[in-house]
């Protein structure tokens, strides 16, 4: 069964730290972009970051809020992401989802993007 | 960054009819880097469409997508009762990759 599982949410003081899980089945982790999505409460999704694939030189991106606070990992061993979020904000307060972005070929070009896994999501609550 | 701007908010309509949703991008989109999902109380969002018109794996075939350069249009067909959600656009072409903000189709 293709499945994605995050873990690792909980309630942080402004200013903690938190590291999220996510551990991938059913397919090809190691080949596979991987993204976290955020929704804070009540509100619509919110992109935080991806981090390609080993062959794609396993670099990350970042949403402008997050970036220099958030670090997204993988362990292609382990099948397995990671979100490290430190330097918390009461803003952060959000469902974490841990999603694989779709890869199509059309040939000469792939496009990764629209993200077909979703993990059942974690709750990170930032509140003194 | 590229904004998508989801309309109507809220749809309110009834089971059978015909549901139109927009979303218009700040810039131009290529229509393979558009896609679409669902979104209903206490679960995670379902993809609907990619490539702006592409349904995905079990999505019937009720839900099509269209458009290209900075307009998209989701469109299902006839509601049925499990329809009513949150809808929202993506697009990927560019990072920050970035959502709309959603169109809540309701129960008239």
């Known amino acids: 069964e293709v499945q994605l599982v995050e873990s690792g949410g909980g309630l942080v003081k402004p200013g903690g730290s938190l590291r999220l899980s996510c551990v991938a089945s059913g397919f090809s982790f190691s080949n596979a972009w991987m993204s976290w999505v955020r929704q804070a409460p009540g509100k619509g999704l919110e992109w935080v970051g991806r981090i390609k694939r080993k062959t794609d030189g396993e670099t990350t991106d970042y949403a402008a809020p997050v970036k220099g606070r958030f670090t997204i990992l993988r362990d292609d061993s382990r099948n397995t992401l990671y979100l490290q979020v430190n330097s918390l904000r009461t803003e952060d307060t959000a469902v974490y989802y841990c999603?694989?972005?779709?890869?199509?070929?059309?040939?000469?070009?792939?496009?990764?993007?629209?993200?077909?896994?979703w993990g059942q999501g974690t709750m990170v609550t930032v509140s003194s | 960054e590229i904004v998508l701007t989801q309309s109507p908010g809220t749809l309110s309509l009834s089971p059978g009819e015909r549901a139109t949703l927009s979303c218009r991008a700040s810039h131009s989109v290529s229509s393979i880097y558009l896609a679409w999902y669902q979104q209903k109380p206490g679960q995670a969002p379902r993809l609907l469409i990619w490539g702006a018109s592409s349904r995905a794996t079990g999505i019937p075939d009720r839900f099509s997508g269209s458009g290209s350069g900075t307009d998209f249009t989701l469109t299902i067909s006839r509601l049925e009762p499990e329809d009513f959600a949150v809808y929202y656009c993506q697009q990927y072409v560019s990072s920050p990759w970035t959502f709309g903000q959603g169109t809540k189709v309701e129960i008239k």
């Open positions: 999603v694989r972005p779709k890869s199509v070929d059309y040939g000469d070009y792939e496009v990764i993007g629209a993200f077909d896994i």
